[in-house]
């Protein structure tokens, strides 16, 4: 089998015999049950190939939908005009950028059917369009939006942000109002953003993007994984070399944790990212894939904007509001990791939902790009720091430990204009949280062990459990005021941090003393090192640090 790896196009996807997971089944249900509905999902999940596949199915192809569930029901495959309308690859600049992109679709389909509009502006373009496709094929028309929100996505923070919501809310008042000519519309985003007529105008739109009936019709569910890719998955277990080769099960425990997590609705399965799953079996590696094509810098803008608490991000419980429409200009920082995926729900306690990274790929490239960014790091720096790090506390080498640190805070500029005790904080975070991910890989499952060989381990009271049963990790990362502590373990050393951002390292050593930080350690058959380290405030970096061995 071969892969649609970035191919959006369903029909060269069944033309060239490609891996199609249907979902056939669940498009028929939601074309029965309703007519205008809004999607969301993060990007690369899969939204541009339902757009196109709704595209073939309304053209009428059922030559494409032969030994796909769609063809054994009673779909009739009539034929109607479709527009579709695609924001996501043009770059929207200006008003008039995204005036001239809906003309220019417009003008498309006109010259499509033979037809010839009359009218100037594109709202009463777009009327004049629908009534001279119903007229001429006798069918009300089919409209597929695919990211109605890049255009704002595109301009957040910028002045001409006004403008760019004005004319997006013109277009959809002008889809409300040709609800006549209209037989089926389906947008999709990333982002739900409120007063833009997409919402506030569009009272007769059903909002699927948490309905548990479609919560998998993107993403990949595990039953699909082990069907459609069995064979693929037989092939990396074949693959591997020396030692450490990893049995079916264990392997599909590591894929598991690297990549699924995504859930859509509480009680609905969870899936994988399509994406991440077709370029693992491509390229038969792990590694970050969605997330490179996916770099939140709005989100990090947005983090050190509201100067927000990093440790807020694993494990929260928050009320439904995290999953409603927001403002673009005073955007919430929650629902936008909602929505853009690097938070997700992994449980629910009525009424409040648990929220936490979907996987490994997410929330380690994310504290990868944090730390790169507060600490002003050129790409991938960040991940090579953390390695060292790691390495130096397995050799015991506390001087190259510490220098390496001094790597993430060298560049910090000397006019940062947010406050800087929550902005080193934040760095912190970044970066223990990196070190105790790095242990995450090699976790036991009830199964047997997976991932990578190293042996640093963070232990501490945010605990983020990467959810994979027996031997899961934890790590401790705590700051209050001007202190920060962290547990840090190697396998033969416990190391108990203290950092002071305005005091001595005397003073932090004392804080483990007095805080008792150690005793939970004293029968865990290791050796304990406890280190009070001091920020200088004159150079703005790692200080002295002082050393006591229990």
């Known amino acids: 089998m071969r892969y649609p790896l970035g191919i959006q196009t369903f029909s060269k996807i069944i033309e060239d015999n490609l891996l199609y997971i249907d979902k056939t089944a669940i ?256 390229k038969k590696k792990f590694k970050n894939y969605w997330f490179t094509t996916a770099t939140p810098t709005f989100l990090l803008n947005l983090l050190q904007d509201k100067q927000y608490d990093l440790s807020n991000l694993s494990q929260l419980e928050i009320g439904d509001s995290a999953f409603a429409a927001t403002e673009p200009e005073d955007m919430d920082v929650l629902s936008l990791f909602v929505q853009t995926g690097y938070l997700t729900i992994k449980g629910y306690n009525d009424p409040l939902y648990v929220l936490d990274f979907p996987n490994y790929e997410v929330k380690r490239s994310f504290y990868d790009s944090v730390a790169a960014r507060f600490g002003h790091l050129n790409t991938g720096l960040g991940q090579a720091y953390t390695v060292n790090l790691i390495q130096q506390l397995n050799a015991g080498d506390l001087d190259a430990f510490f220098a390496t640190l001094n790597k993430f805070f060298a560049n910090i500029p000397y006019d940062i204009s947010i406050d800087e005790e929550k902005y080193y904080q934040s760095l912190f975070y970044a970066i223990f949280t990196l070190l105790g991910l790095s242990i995450e890989v090699e976790v036991r499952t009830n199964k047997g062990r997976m991932g990578t060989q190293t042996s640093a381990r963070s232990l501490c009271s945010h605990e983020v459990s990467p959810r994979m049963g027996e031997g899961s990790t934890t790590r401790t990362f705590s700051s209050t005021n001007n202190t920060i502590n962290c547990v840090l373990q190697t396998e033969d050393v416990v190391y108990i941090i203290e950092f002071k951002l305005k005091d001595s390292k005397e003073a932090a050593l004392k804080q483990i003393h007095t805080k008792q930080y150690a005793q939970k350690y004293h029968n865990c058959g290791k050796s304990i090192v406890l280190l009070g380290v001091e920020f200088d405030q004159k150079s703005r970096n790692i200080g002295d640090f002082v050393k006591e061995t229990l």
């Not at 053209?59 to 996501?88: C, Q, W």
């Not at 985003?189 to 998998?216: E, H, L, P, R, W």
Request: aromatic share 12%; proline share 3%.
């Open 27 to 282: 498009i028929d249900d939601l074309i029965q049950q309703g007519s205008v509905y809004f999607f969301s999902r993060p990007r690369r999940f899969g939204k541009s190939l339902l757009i196109s596949t709704l595209e073939a199915l309304f053209s009428g192809h059922k030559n494409l939908f032969e030994g796909l569930a769609i063809a054994d029901s009673d779909y009739p495959f009539t034929v109607y005009p479709v527009i579709r309308m695609d924001f996501s690859d043009e770059e929207f600049n200006t008003a008039d950028d995204l005036r001239a992109h809906i003309h220019s679709i417009l003008n498309e389909y006109a010259q499509k059917y033979d037809i010839t509009l009359n009218s100037e502006t594109f709202a009463k373009r777009f009327k004049e369009l629908l009534a001279k496709l119903q007229d001429k094929t006798g069918q009300a028309v089919v409209l597929l939006v695919d990211e109605y929100d890049k255009p704002i996505l595109n301009n957040l923070k910028k002045p001409v942000l006004g403008e760019i919501k004005a004319v997006i809310s013109a277009f959809y008042a002008a889809v409300k109002a040709q609800d006549k000519y209209l037989r089926f519309v389906f947008i999709t985003g990333v982002s739900k953003f409120a007063k833009v007529s997409v919402f506030s105008g569009m009272n007769n739109m059903t909002d699927i993007s948490m309905d548990n009936a479609y919560a998998t019709l993107c993403g990949v569910t595990q039953q699909e994984l082990e069907h459609h890719f069995d064979g693929a998955i037989d092939d990396l277990v074949t693959a591997q070399n020396g030692p450490d080769r990893l049995s079916k099960d264990e392997l599909l425990a590591k894929i598991r944790y690297w990549y699924n997590g995504y859930r859509f609705e509480e009680d609905a399965p969870s899936v994988y990212n399509p994406y991440s799953l077709l370029s693992l079996f491509t």
